[in-house]
């Protein structure tokens, strides 16, 4: 008897010790990343959704995509025990950029609720109203030349819509639709939700300074409505990234498209393909992740 429980002693405290290894290691792996800026996006089939998280572990998710994959791929993204996010942001009430947010809304612990404030006219864009007013986070309107910074490097600067839509209900939701440019350090990537060509041409005509970039959201899952030649000219990307579910019943990504970037010789990468596609920056240039 007494053999025994000191034998569950020993074993005990071997698996404290164990417990405590990890987590050290844990903690110097986290240490270890600390000066990093990782930007995923995320595989959530034909819709979008990419987040943003600061050394400081600032969480932002733009977009949730479709419906509840979200959850899942937030899931591994993070660690088990963070069940919370600092800011989700509506580019659109479209269904697949908006109902994956109705899902994490569920799931997850929100501060603050971010779009252009534009009314969206479905249920889920209500479910997503009434999920946030439960969830009391802070709600806030985005407009034009905005800047939210997270961090000490993290700038998140409004470059569209160019009108604005709060309060209004509109019959064509893309043009509506938040174009955010990322930029930590010397990096920058652009988001751009479902903007079509016709903002593109005012963004180039009105802010062609502010459109160098280096990674690419391209717009509208690849369809032909978005990613003009002079878009492409202006932004000059190293890397366009597509999100867009496999076999998609609108024929996304178009070919003309995809002739379109590699004529620039941009790289290509669709999550289709390839899953998640996850980037790092240290400020100064930025890494992809492999799967
Ligand atoms: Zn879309």
């Known amino acids: 008897m007494g053999f025994d429980s000191r034998k569950n002693l020993i074993i005990w405290v071997v698996?404290?010790?164990?417990?405590?290894?990890?987590?050290?290691?844990?903690?110097?792996?986290?240490?270890?990343?600390?000066?990093?800026?990782?930007?995923?996006?995320?595989?959530?089939?034909?819709?979008?959704?990419?987040?943003?998280?600061?050394?400081?572990?600032?969480?932002?998710?733009?977009?949730?995509?479709?419906?509840?994959?979200?959850?899942?791929?937030?899931?591994?993204?993070?660690?088990?025990?963070?069940?919370?996010?600092?800011?989700?942001?509506?580019?659109?009430?479209?269904?697949?950029?908006?109902?994956?947010?109705?899902?994490?809304?569920?799931?997850?612990?929100?501060?603050?609720?971010?779009?252009?404030?534009?009314?969206?006219?479905?249920?889920?864009?209500?479910?997503?109203?009434?999920?946030?007013?439960?969830?009391?986070?802070?709600?806030?309107?985005?407009?034009?030349?905005?800047?939210?910074?997270?961090?000490?490097?993290?700038?998140?600067e409004v470059l569209a819509p160019l009108e604005d839509f709060a309060g209004r209900e509109v019959k064509d939701y893309n043009r509506s639709s938040l174009v955010l440019k990322v930029s930590y350090g010397q990096t920058d990537f652009l988001l751009t939700g479902d903007s079509p060509v016709s903002v593109e041409k005012e963004l180039v005509e009105k802010m062609r300074d502010k459109l160098d970039i280096e990674v690419l959201q391209v717009g509208h899952h690849g369809s032909q409505s978005s990613t003009s030649q002079a878009w492409l000219e202006a932004t000059s990307p190293e890397i366009a990234v597509i999100q867009v579910g496999q076999k998609n019943k609108y024929g996304h990504p178009s070919q003309e498209v995809l002739e379109k970037l590699k004529s620039y010789g941009i790289k290509i990468l669709r999550t289709d393909e390839t899953g998640d596609i996850r980037f790092l920056s240290d400020g100064y240039a930025i890494s992809l992740i492999s799967n």
């Open 15 to 156: 698996i404290v010790l164990v417990g405590l290894n990890l987590f050290a290691w844990g903690w110097v792996f986290q240490e270890s990343r600390s000066s990093f800026l990782r930007v995923i996006f995320f595989d959530v089939g034909q819709g979008s959704a990419v987040l943003i998280e600061t050394p400081q572990k600032t969480q932002i998710l733009v977009d949730g995509g479709p419906g509840p994959q979200i959850v899942e791929r937030l899931g591994q993204a993070l660690p088990f025990f963070d069940r919370s996010l600092d800011l989700i942001v509506s580019t659109h009430p479209d269904f697949d950029h908006l109902a994956g947010l109705v899902e994490v809304l569920k799931s997850y612990r929100v501060g603050a609720v971010a779009g252009t404030g534009v009314r969206g006219q479905t249920a889920e864009y209500e479910e997503f109203l009434a999920e946030a007013e439960r969830e009391r986070a802070d709600q806030i309107v985005l407009k034009k030349g905005q800047v939210l910074r997270a961090g000490s490097d993290l700038k998140i």
